[in-house]
């Protein structure tokens, strides 16, 4: 199993800036493609922003022009930049990553392709 690990969540201002950022653990081998979800109370879970291993971006249109994401690979990390917030951003982020090998904590080798997600990081955009 995989556990990605999500900190900076927290209280923005609208107009303000959080970072948000995603690390898999080293045991992680590659990793297609990474990105932010978020979910709202009662609604679904929906697509943010998503980088690729060649560093494709593809973001939601409720957050272009405002969040940025970006990777380092060398250290399974995922970053998303949210700046000019606004209350709409307020919402649970998740982290995903599109894992195709990992070692075990047995140190075995499985090569296959999987999803994995964070835990969820609360943001709320309030004055």
């Known amino acids: 199993q995989v556990q990605l690990v999500e900190s900076g969540g927290g209280l923005g201002q609208p107009g303000g800036s959080l970072r948000l950022s995603c690390t898999a653990p080293g045991s992680v081998l590659s990793i297609v493609d990474m990105g932010w979800y978020r979910q709202a109370p009662g609604k679904q879970r929906e697509v943010v922003a998503t980088i690729s291993t060649d560093n494709t971006t593809h973001l939601a249109d409720a957050v272009k022009g405002r969040f940025t994401i970006s990777r380092d690979n060398a250290k399974n990390t995922v970053i998303l930049q949210m700046n000019s917030l606004k209350p709409e951003d307020t919402s649970v982020y998740y982290c995903?990553?599109?894992?195709?090998?990992?070692?075990?904590?047995?140190?075995?080798?499985?090569?296959?392709?999987?999803?994995?997600w964070g835990q969820g990081t609360q943001v709320t955009v309030s004055s």
């Open positions: 995903n990553a599109e894992v195709t090998a990992y070692r075990d904590v047995d140190g075995v080798l499985h090569c296959k392709r999987s999803q994995y």
